[in-house]
């Protein structure tokens, strides 16, 4: 996949959650997420042994708002085409609720949110070199995307979370897009790949983006407080090198202007 070779990449994703049976219920039904251990509060959740996400509960955490910084959504990468319309299908089946589908031109891509209003997308990658650019900028957009289409390429059942499925992306909450780019692209060292309005797109090795950063929900949100429910923190993997450098520059534990929590930890060999 497109964003497996880049020199950071996206670990795991932790929620903090009020009702962790009924969110793990949720992401291993709608997903095909796999249980893959727990230690007293807390599950992680994932694709062929590699932990996606982490549950951390606590019941009286408050319920974040979403006009407030934080996690906008988490984004799984599907392997291939096949395999999005496999889950297509699958969560037309189920009765998942939708809440968008969008042609990128870089991507394909489904949204949906989980019980607790985390925000949700499920997408599929179009081949690097079919990517559009414009102005020496990786153009995308948010053109209607064909669902029936996309369901007919569907080649058998699904049969849950397929092997090489990763979180492809992480786009966020923020307050400002020039703060969030002076962290996310000057101090951990991301490119910044595009812009919308009101938001910034962020990759490393040439990925469309690994991070996004908007305001559309969150313009001048300050800092976050704790204990609420959403983001817990973003993990990101880093080469030796890549890892190096940041652990030098900012350390391996960092948070962003927003208070949210970004841990840098090094690629599996």
Do not use: C
């Not at 964003?3 to 932790?14: C, F, L, M, N, Y």
């Not at 988490?74 to 699958?90: E, G, I, N, S």
């Not at 080469?239 to 927003?258: N, Q």
Request: glycine share 12%; hydrophobic share 40%; proline share 6%.
């Amino acid at each position: 996949m497109s964003t497996s070779t880049a020199p950071i990449e996206i670990g795991r994703v932790a929620l903090t959650v009020n009702d962790i049976d009924s969110v793990a219920a949720f992401y291993e039904a709608a997903l095909g997420l796999e249980p893959l251990g727990a230690d007293g509060a807390t599950r992680r959740l994932g694709a062929g042994g590699r932990t996606l996400l982490e549950l951390r509960a606590d019941r009286t955490a408050r319920r974040a708002s979403p006009r407030e910084a934080g996690l906008f959504h988490t984004a799984f990468l599907m392997p291939d085409r096949a395999a999005l319309a496999r889950w297509l299908v699958h969560a037309a089946e189920s009765g998942h609720r939708l809440q968008g589908a969008s042609d990128h031109l870089v991507s394909e891509a489904i949204y949906l949110a989980d019980p607790e209003g985390n925000g949700i997308e499920v997408y599929v990658d179009r081949p690097r070199d079919q990517w559009p650019h414009e102005n020496g900028k990786l153009r995308m957009a948010t053109d209607p995307l064909d669902l029936n289409a996309l369901a007919r390429d569907a080649d058998g059942p699904w049969r849950g979370a397929p092997e090489g499925m990763v979180v492809g992306h992480v786009h966020l909450q923020v307050g400002a897009v020039p703060e969030a780019e002076a962290f996310y692209a000057g101090q951990i060292g991301f490119e910044v790949t595009t812009h919308y309005p009101g938001a910034a797109f962020y990759g490393s090795g040439g990925y469309h983006h690994h991070l996004a950063t908007n305001v559309w929900n969150s313009r001048g949100a300050g800092a976050r407080t704790y204990p609420a429910t959403g983001l817990a923190d973003l993990e990101l993997r880093a080469t030796p090198e890549e890892y190096g450098r940041i652990a030098a520059s900012a350390g391996a534990a960092l948070t962003d202007p927003w208070g949210t929590s970004v841990t840098v930890a090094l690629k599996a060999a």
